[in-house]
Nanobody
Framework: QVQLVESGGGLVQPGGSLRLSCAAS????????MGWYRQAPGNQRELVAT???????NYADSVKGRFTISGDNAKNTVYLQMNSLKPEDTAVYYC????????????WGQGTQVTVSS
């Protein structure tokens, strides 16, 4: 059994910053990659950023230069530093892990709300 638990969401004013965390636990052999996705009301879930075990990163164009993804392999934890937040960043943010147990599978966290509003 694998669990991903996100934290760090909340309400912030435009131009502000938030840092999200996602910790994976359970019967994990290794984590190949982790990523952040978001879903705003009425929209499909979209990729925000991903990071592989060796540290390679990928970002959506809409967040490049503002968001930074990082990971701590020893803690099975991934972070998303979000700066210069805009109202259009408002969404539920989900963590996803590509995790090896007895097989390779995708695991999702429960989501954390980020609201950018004055």
């Amino acid at each position: 059994q694998v669990q991903l638990v996100e934290s760090g969401g909340g309400l912030v004013q435009p131009g502000g910053s938030l840092r999200l965390s996602c910790a994976a636990s359970g019967s994990i052999f290794t984590i190949n990659a982790m990523g952040w996705y978001r879903q705003a009301p009425g929209n499909q879930r979209e990729l925000v950023a991903t990071i592989t075990r060796d540290g390679s990163t990928n970002y959506a164009d809409s967040v490049k230069g503002r968001f930074t993804i990082s990971g701590d392999n020893a803690k099975n934890t991934v972070y998303l530093q979000m700066n210069s937040l805009k109202p259009e960043d408002t969404a539920v943010y989900y963590c996803r892990g590509t995790i090896v147990t007895n097989y390779v599978g995708y695991y999702w966290g429960q989501g954390t709300q980020v609201t950018v509003s004055s």
